[in-house]
């Protein structure tokens, strides 16, 4: 009876950490979330909304709604490079007393990109939610898991989304909130442009995600 029990006692463990690192990754995101808002001077804000209008808004989109308002604060926290060449998140990552597991946390969050993903099933255990989806560009299934209410935000089994996630323990996690894919063509567009682009140039998916995720999202909101 050892080895069971110590299988066991391994699984409690990561089960444990999962947990641990989840309440970290939630508390870092709420905290550079209000950096990024609260401590943000005028002058830099109003650059980036420059920035995002002219990169992924038409003369139709220049007033925002508050879906694009909501992935404009995404974006201005996570992927818009300041004055000084940097992200937001990394400043604030640079800029704050972290533990030192926080910081690695911090670490994997600044590569991480809008992710178009399809959900195939989506589980409920103890009021925590847990999906096995498949990203579309490499086609591989992973299991997330997310605090958002699914009812409330309409998320379904067999829906396309982007999303924002990271690695954690046992699952990865969901960062932020997600938008879901509603227009046709949006995903085919994206695996064929990010084709082209990575023959032309070599860039990697995640790369790509980061830099040109918002236009496919957008037109996704319509």
């Known amino acids: 009876m050892q080895e069971p029990d110590s299988l066991l006692n391994l699984e409690k463990y990561r089960q444990k950490k999962q947990r641990m690192a989840e309440d970290h990754i939630k508390d ?6 209000e950096y990024a808002l609260k401590e943000t001077n005028i002058r ?17 989109d220049i ?11 995404e974006w201005f926290l996570f992927d818009y490079k300041t004055i000084k060449g940097q992200t937001l998140f990394f400043q604030f990552l640079q800029s704050h007393f972290l533990h030192e597991s926080v910081k690695l946390l911090g670490a994997i969050v600044l590569t991480a990109a809008w992710e178009p993903i399809i959900i195939r099933k989506i589980d409920t255990l103890n009021e925590e939610v847990a999906f096995t989806c498949q990203n579309v560009i ?8 997310t605090n958002l209410d699914c009812k409330k935000k309409g998320i379904r089994e067999g829906g396309v989304y982007f ?7 046992t699952h990865q996690w ?22 082209q682009m990575n023959q032309k140039t070599g860039v990697l998916w995640r790369t790509y995600l980061k830099e040109e995720a918002p236009n496919f999202i957008i037109r996704s909101l319509s």
């Open 44 to 60: 830099e804000k109003v650059r980036a909304k420059m920035i995002f209008s002219k990169r992924f808004l038409t003369q139709d």
């Open 138 to 145: 490499q086609d591989e299934e992973v299991s997330v898991k």
């Open 63 to 73: 007033q925002m709604d508050e879906e694009v308002e909501q992935l404009f604060q």
């Open 28 to 33: 870092l995101y709420r905290k550079a979330y």
């Open 163 to 169: 999303v924002r996630k990271v690695p954690l323990v």
């Open 174 to 195: 969901i960062l932020g909130p997600v938008f879901p894919v509603k227009s046709e063509g949006v995903l085919s567009d994206v695996k064929n442009h990010y084709g």
